[in-house]
């Protein structure tokens, strides 16, 4: 049982290239996001996904795109790198407890570097 | 939005000694409060977590508590041990907002042997 797999584990871009940072999970978790960490910042949530075919945006959306075609994967798009979007991201899932929306833990990729230079 | 506030950002203990981690929230609709801890390199792993309907949870060497009246809850380790080392954060999230989480900034924990 993999989890929740991110590929790749570091990536340098330059300024205006575009990339897709991939996010895979196995446990049939219906909710998905993608979180930023920034030093001394915490994670702040850009977009999240509570199944397929269904996105929203989160804290921090600006410069990104998502999209979820599968349960298993929900791949975060940045189209017009800029050095704001040096962080390390990391995709998270969960799933909602049946009947009740009650809150259930969110379980964690180990993150993709991103250098923007 | 629900806004969540972590102290200390760094805190360094003996090895055998207590360390405790405090958060406040904002959003007194908030009902669910997950601990993750952080090691290099790693994506953060749950290691505790507390609902609204009660104000204490024990597992082992690590307790949290939480205080509804005041909007905030804090995180106990005893006995620390050097693998305690690593970043712990806070978060805070309420029903029906697709299981949204807030964190806290992160608290920097070195356990000195």
């Known amino acids: 049982n993999a989890g929740v797999t991110q590929t790749p584990k570091f990536r340098i871009l330059k300024i205006g290239q575009s990339m897709t940072l991939q996010c895979t999970q196995d446990?049939?978790?219906?909710?998905m996001y993608w979180y930023r960490q920034d030093p001394g910042m915490g994670l702040k949530l850009i977009y999240y996904s509570v199944g397929a075919g269904i996105t929203d945006k989160g804290e921090v959306p600006n410069g990104y795109n998502v999209s979820r075609s599968t349960t298993e994967d929900f791949p975060l798009r940045l189209e017009l790198a800029a050095p704001s979007q040096t962080s390390v991201y990391f995709c998270?899932?969960?799933?909602?407890?049946?009947?009740?929306?009650?809150?259930?833990?969110?379980?964690f990729g180990d993150g993709t570097r991103l250098s923007i230079l | 939005g629900e806004n969540v506030e972590q102290h200390p950002s760094t805190l360094s203990v003996q090895e055998g000694d207590s360390a405790v981690i405090k958060c406040t929230y904002s959003d007194s609709a908030s009902n669910y409060f997950p601990w993750y801890k952080q090691e290099l390199g790693k994506g953060p792993q749950l290691i505790i977590d507390i609902r609204s309907n009660v104000g204490e949870k024990k597992d082992q060497r690590i307790a949290v508590t939480l205080n509804k009246t005041a909007k905030h809850f804090s995180l106990h380790i005893t006995e620390t041990q050097p693998e305690d080392s690593a970043v712990y954060f806070c978060?805070?999230?309420?029903?029906?907002?697709?299981?949204?989480?807030?964190f806290g900034t992160g608290t920097s924990l070195t356990v000195i042997p």
């Open positions: 978060a805070a999230s309420r029903k029906h907002t697709g299981n949204q989480f807030y």
């Open positions: 446990m049939n978790h219906n909710y």
């Open positions: 998270a899932s969960s799933y909602p407890h049946p009947g009740t929306d009650s809150n259930q833990p969110q379980h």
